[in-house]
T-cell receptor, first 113, second 118 residues
Framework: AQTVTQSQPEMSVQEAETVTLSCTYDTSESDYYLFWYKQPPSRQMILVIRQEAYKQQNATENRFSVNFQKAAKSFSLKISDSQLGDAAMYFCAYRRLKKKLVFGKGTKLTVNP | GAVVSQHPSWVICKSGTSVKIECRSLDFQATTMFWYRQFPKQSLMLMATSNEGSKATYEQGVEKDKFLINHASLTLSTLTVTSAHPEDSSFYIC??????????????FGPGTRLTVL
């Protein structure tokens, strides 16, 4: 069974600094998708970024970028120029096409002013 | 785009009553909808997956007679918690997705419903 591991239960960063959240996963498949979701205190799950496994180029969305290492089964999220609004729970997730989404346990990010 | 709504956002009910939660995809047709449950400070737990016009597929350990799911159209799915008890109190989240040209079928989430059973 596929598993997703987020080894950092909590992280903190100073406003305007950069932080990296770690995620590793276990799968025997070659075609799959990886996601980072953000859940702020409102509890609304928001898609931050997604990566198709067949793409070698790392996905980027404004201040958010990933370091996708397929062989190492690693999918870290880098947040640049951190803002107070980035404070949230971040969930890494894995999914094969048309299969269920598998979530990690989450990393709570605190942004200090 | 890709907005999912849920109604109600919170509900309080008495033990033994039934509660219905609606999930709507507002600007797309959702081929598949998902229902999750989230306990405080925990990750999301998938309860069931539903495709429009067919019966929902429930995860192991989820009582299908207690958590009734209907996916009557491509934009609406409902979760009914029947004969609710205090242990059913939780945060319920739906999500919706569609398959487009074989690309990733990303899930978009609703804002969630907080259920409190007295």
């Amino acid at each position: 069974a596929q598993t997703v591991t987020q080894s950092q239960p909590e992280m903190s960063v100073q406003e305007a600094e950069t932080v990296t959240l770690s995620c590793t996963y276990d799968t025997s498949e070659s075609d799959y998708y990886l996601f980072w979701y953000k859940q702020p205190p409102s509890r609304q799950m928001i898609l931050v970024i997604r990566q198709e496994a067949y793409k070698q180029q790392n996905a980027t969305e404004n201040r958010f970028s990933v370091n996708f290492q397929k062989a190492a089964k690693s999918f870290s999220l880098k947040i640049s120029d951190s803002q107070l609004g980035d404070a949230a729970m971040y969930f890494c997730a894995y999914r094969r096409l048309k299969k269920k989404l598998v979530f990690g346990k989450g990393t709570k990010l605190t942004v200090n002013p | 785009g890709a907005v999912v709504s849920q109604h109600p956002s919170w509900v309080i009910c008495k033990s033994g009553t039934s509660v219905k939660i609606e999930c709507r995809s507002l600007d797309f047709q959702a081929t598949t909808m998902f229902w999750y449950r989230q306990f405080p400070k925990q990750s999301l737990m998938l309860m069931a997956t539903s495709n429009e016009g067919s019966k929902a597929t429930y995860e192991q350990g989820v009582e299908k007679d207690k958590f009734l799911i209907n996916h009557a159209s491509l934009t609406l799915s409902t979760l009914t918690v029947t004969s609710a008890h205090p242990e059913d109190s939780s945060f319920y989240i739906c999500s919706a997705s569609w398959v487009s040209s074989g690309l990733t079928d990303t899930q978009y989430f609703g804002p969630g419903t907080r259920l409190t059973v007295l």
